[in-house]
Nanobody, 127 residues
Framework: QLQLVESGGGQVQPGGSLRLSCEAP????????IGWFRQAPGKEREGVSC????????YYADSVKGRFTISRDNTKKMVYLQMNSLKPEDTAVYYC????????????????????WGKGALVTVSS
């Protein structure tokens, strides 16, 4: 069974850092694009970052560019999202998702084509 499990969420002060992890034990990871998405209370789901299959191209939403970094370790079947300079508006439940490709256009990442989703990890940025 293909599952994704997020970890590393928590509460942090503005300006702080967190690293989210996405474990993908059942996946042949190099063949999948992995995306991070988030949903804040009362808001629509938003694409944050994505790393493509095979060639590991990376994509970021304009709102996180320069602050967040996505990476993967295929031997450990893990994908990470390093989040620096966190802001209160980064508060959300963060989900990792797997699919065949990253879908993006003009600084916006879309969830289309992401077939597998984790249950999410809560990130709260507050003083």
């Amino acid at each position: 069974q293909l599952q994704l499990v997020e970890s590393g969420g928590g509460q942090v002060q503005p300006g702080g850092s967190l690293r989210l992890s996405c474990e993908a034990p059942g996946f042949t990871l190099p063949y999948y694009a992995i995306g991070w998405f988030r949903q804040a209370p009362g808001k629509e789901r938003e694409g944050v970052s994505c790393i493509s299959a095979n060639i590991d191209s990376t994509y970021y939403a304009d709102s996180v560019k320069g602050r967040f970094t996505i990476s993967r370790d295929n031997t450990k079947k893990m994908v990470y999202l390093q989040m620096n300079s966190l802001k209160p508006e980064d508060t959300a439940v963060y989900y990792c998702a797997a699919g065949l490709q990253c879908t993006h256009h003009s600084g916006t990442l879309y969830h289309y084509g992401m077939d597998y989703w984790g249950k999410g990890a809560l990130v709260t940025v507050s003083s």
